[in-house]
């Protein structure tokens, strides 16, 4: 986290934002206000606009904690600056703010307020002095989000003490810093029950952090729920306590109603300084807390991920239990067939054309991909025609090769649509196999290829990788094919020259280097081994394209459903100028 030293803007908040000649900020009801008339210190210079979703996220947050600081008396005022598209948007946008801002009419004001602080991305918050000019700090945002009404004054004194404070928590942690506060010293269970957190002392527990509906976190808490039971009825003190992440009640009530343990309060200020405190980067997590109190690991979610229920075993997680878990997973894996994967009681086909089923005993002894993707995933509709070409290339040559289609679509018409663009078979839309597929070869993302040898054994967990690359050749995706294909290019790159010219990138010479795993800067596809690159400018080209000399056409992009306009991008949770 960036410590901002604080800096002058002489003048103070009169000279910062008066421009030409305006001398005064507005309010959403219109009335003037003269910049003179601000005795509030600190100011708080809020740089947003209404078609920026982390800036309608952080909005909410600044005007808690405005009306906040508002009730306790204590000083303190916002200013919006716009980067609103039109005045219609940024009056329907300012009618939720309390604060003043500087009139949109005034484009060149606020474009100088963003040149000022050199503003590359937003929600932006600069917090001064009102009086000296003097800048607090620049990362308004991140402190208000971690800290909230804590952080107040927010001058970097105020900061560097509120992180001295939770190093000491985390030094002389215990039960009651995580999951108390000065004023709730219980948990809640989904029946309403206060439980004091006294009761957990002694116990180990898992601080699970949830979102309602979110597809992931349901199903690790499906599992984790199967684990819990497991490990009361063997005796082990074990505890769970959900950390709601949810915004609303009624989403959080909703999951919580599906859980055997305990609980933090919706809305508790707890949940978002746990968030920071174990520095959350993920979901699923899990955190297990020992019966000391102390953090014993801040995530062993990925554990319960990859063994499942089975999981239970290795608790509570020491390096002993998990090199047990490791050796009955090898084992488990040693023993794998395809029958094993494809196959769950009567389900024992896959379909093909007319929902013909198939069965899976004819897949046997053959390689087989499958294929995890959906019709709403753009990637994964821009990644099929090259795998539809490249399997029909395979399939000419190699009749022992197949592609199951793993779907994620949500409806039946979606899967409908979207497998009659496929030549090969798949598993029903609401299959039960593919949840323990997703979890086997734990997918986290679309489009995904899994390769399966002739022996059932899995040969490769991205198999598109080596297929972008690659094409057909890549057939049968095994370590032994990728160090021949290696060896064909190192043989072929003794007749290339060491360095060349590119009309692509006329600016410096490409030199050929020997690479891992790059994206061509020409067509825009995966490539590895040899590269012709510029270091400078952070450039590759692979070997076909730079010698052909020729550039394949763009691919059209999919569209957001709400653009950001020209000179912005939108990433996570910032959108900045490009």
């Known amino acids: 986290m960036a410590e901002a030293e604080p800096t002058t803007n002489g003048g103070g908040i009169g000279a910062i934002l008066a421009a030409g000649d305006r001398d005064f900020l507005v309010r959403n009801s ?41 009730s306790q008396g204590k000083s303190f005022e916002v200013v919006f600056v716009s980067s609103d598209k039109d005045e219609e948007a940024f009056n329907a ?49 991140e402190f208000i989000s971690e800290y909230g009404l804590e952080a107040y004054p927010f001058t970097p004194e105020r900061i560097n003490e509120l992180k001295e404070q939770e190093k000491a928590a985390k030094d002389n942690q215990t039960l009651q810093s995580v999951l108390g506060t000065s004023t709730r010293d219980y948990l809640i269970s989904n029946k309403g029950d206060k439980v004091p957190i006294s009761e957990l002392e002694g116990k180990y527990v898992g601080l699970c952090f949830v979102v309602g509906g979110y597809g992931p976190v349901d199903e690790f808490t499906a599992v984790l729920a199967k684990i819990y039971e497991k490990l009361k009825e063997v005796g082990e003190k074990f505890e769970v306590v959900a950390v709601s992440l949810d915004s609303d ?33 993920s979901l699923p997590t899990l955190v297990l807390i020992g019966t000391d109190g102390k953090t014993l690991n801040n995530n062993v979610a990925d554990i319960i991920e990859e063994h499942g229920f089975e999981a239970w075993e290795g608790f509570p997680y020491s390096a002993e239990k ?47 991909l499958l294929y995890f993707s959906a019709k709403w995933c753009g990637p994964c509709r821009a990644f099929l025609p090259t795998l539809v070409k490249e399997y029909n290339k395979i399939k000419e040559k190699h009749s022992d090769f197949e592609i199951v289609f793993i779907s994620s679509d949500r409806d039946q018409s979606s899967f409908d649509e979207f497998f009659s663009e496929m030549p090969w078979l798949a598993l029903p839309l609401e299959d039960e196999r593919k949840a323990f597929l997703k979890k086997t ?34 057939f049968p995706f095994t370590e032994e094919r990728l160090e021949e294909l290696q060896k064909e290019l190192d043989e072929m790159a003794k007749g290339w020259p060491e360095k060349l ?6 600016e410096h010479e490409l030199v050929l280097l020997r690479r891992g795993t790059y994206g061509c800067d020409g067509c825009e596809e995966m490539g590895s081994t040899w590269s012709y690159r510029c270091d400078d400018c952070d450039f590759d080209l692979h070997p076909k394209c730079a010698l052909a000399e020729k550039k394949k056409g763009e691919e059209e992009d999919g569209k957001a459903a709400e653009e950001a306009p020209a000179g912005y991008v939108c990433e996570g949770d910032v959108c900045r100028k490009a």
Not at 106 to 126: A, M, T
Not at 458 to 466: G, I, L, M, N, P
Not at 501 to 506: D, M, P, Q
């Open 441 to 474: 070869f734990r997918i986290r993302g679309i489009p995904s290829l899994v390769a399966i040898g002739p022996t059932g054994q899995t040969v490769s967990r991205d198999a598109k990788a080596q297929l972008m690359i690659h094409g057909a050749d890549a």
């Open 30 to 70: 219109g009335e003037q206000v003269k910049i003179s008339s601000i005795e509030a210190s600190p100011v708080a210079l809020y740089f947003s606009a209404s078609w920026c979703p982390p800036c309608r996220r952080f909005t909410p947050k600044l005007i808690e904690l405005y009306k906040e600081l508002a």
């Open 501 to 506: 010219k590119h009309e692509l990138h006329e």
């Open 322 to 368: 998990l090199e047990t878990l490791a050796e009955k997973a090898k084992a488990k894996a040693a023993s794998q067939t395809l029958e094993s994967l494809l196959i769950s009681g009567d389900l024992d086909f896959v379909i093909g054309k007319d929902g013909a089923k198939v069965p899976v005993s004819e897949l046997v002894g053959k390689t087989v």
């Open 93 to 141: 946008y300012f009618a939720k703010m309390p604060w003043l801002a500087v009139p949109f009419s005034d484009s060149e004001g606020r474009e100088g307020l963003d040149g000022r602080f050199k503003v590359s991305g937003i929600p932006h918050v600069v917090i001064l002095d009102a009086k000296t000019g003097e800048v607090y700090t620049e990362d308004g945002v």
């Open 249 to 281: 009640e009624s989403s959080f009530n909703e999951s919580f109603a599906k859980m055997p343990w305990l609980a933090i309060p919706q809305g508790d200020k707890m949940c978002e300084k746990l968030v920071r405190y174990f520095e959350l980067r």
